[in-house]
């Protein structure tokens, strides 16, 4: 999974309650990106970041932020979670000039109740 | 109209058989057309690359872009059931990846 770990891999949460995901890459690449994968929709982009503090918002951003303090990890955060976000979430990396490739990690499985 | 149109299958073939897996799409802004595989519970991994239009060959794997017909296909020649997984094609404008756009997967599968 090209250098990308994302904690925790598993989390079921109830509605209402903050969640955080951590995304951390050893790759040193300049974007990070935050995916939701659905069935019926495939993969969708939820933000992403260019840079420490630089990010920007995706396709489906509302009810989502997110963070950038170290070229290394990227955060998520469901400040209310709700059962719509129960999903799996991707994170991924590219450099510039990567031909528009990105490389993913291996996922987290989140469950709203 | 979606910008990215990917039937999902389950597509089922017998080992060894030619897979031909296919998306469409309607910007004709993209440039950078990618095919991704992905086994049940994992990431998506890059599979193949391709610039703008022409055929592009990896070992058992060759991708097609036909830019003025929209399309692009995934060839896979004698076919293992360790091909059997999602296939994702994806597409984007610019080099960056900010903008890569994915088709809905297809799934396939591959019987020994």
């Known amino acids: 999974d090209a250098g990308i770990t994302q904690s925790p891999r598993h989390k079921v949460t109830e509605t209402g309650t903050p969640v955080t995901l951590r995304c951390h890459q050893t790759e040193n690449h300049r974007y990070m990106y935050w995916y939701r994968q659905d069935p019926g929709h495939g993969l969708r982009l939820i933000h992403y970041s260019y840079g420490v503090k630089d990010t920007d918002k995706g396709e489906v951003s509302d009810g989502y932020s997110v963070s950038r303090s170290k070229t290394e990890d990227f955060l998520l955060t469901l400040e209310s979670a709700t059962s719509s976000q129960t999903s799996v979430y991707f994170c991924?990396?590219?450099?510039?000039?990567?031909?528009?490739?990105?490389?993913f990690g291996p996922g987290t499985r989140l469950t709203v109740t | 109209q979606k910008e990215v149109e990917q039937d999902p299958g389950p597509l089922s073939v017998p080992e060894g058989a030619i897979v031909s897996l296919n998306c469409t799409y309607s910007?004709?802004?993209?440039?950078?057309f990618m095919w991704y595989r992905q086994y049940s519970r994992k990431g998506p991994e890059l599979l193949m690359y391709t610039y703008s239009s022409g055929n592009k060959e990896d070992g058992r794997f060759t991708a097609q872009v036909d830019k003025s017909s929209k399309y692009i296909s995934l060839f896979i020649r004698d076919s293992q059931p360790s091909d059997s997984a999602t296939y994702l094609c994806a597409m984007s404008f610019n080099q960056a990846g900010t903008a890569l756009i994915f088709g809905k997967g297809t799934t396939l599968s591959v019987s020994s």
């Open positions: 991924a990396i590219s450099d510039p000039g990567s031909s528009g490739t990105v490389d």
């Open positions: 910007n004709s802004a993209f440039q950078y």
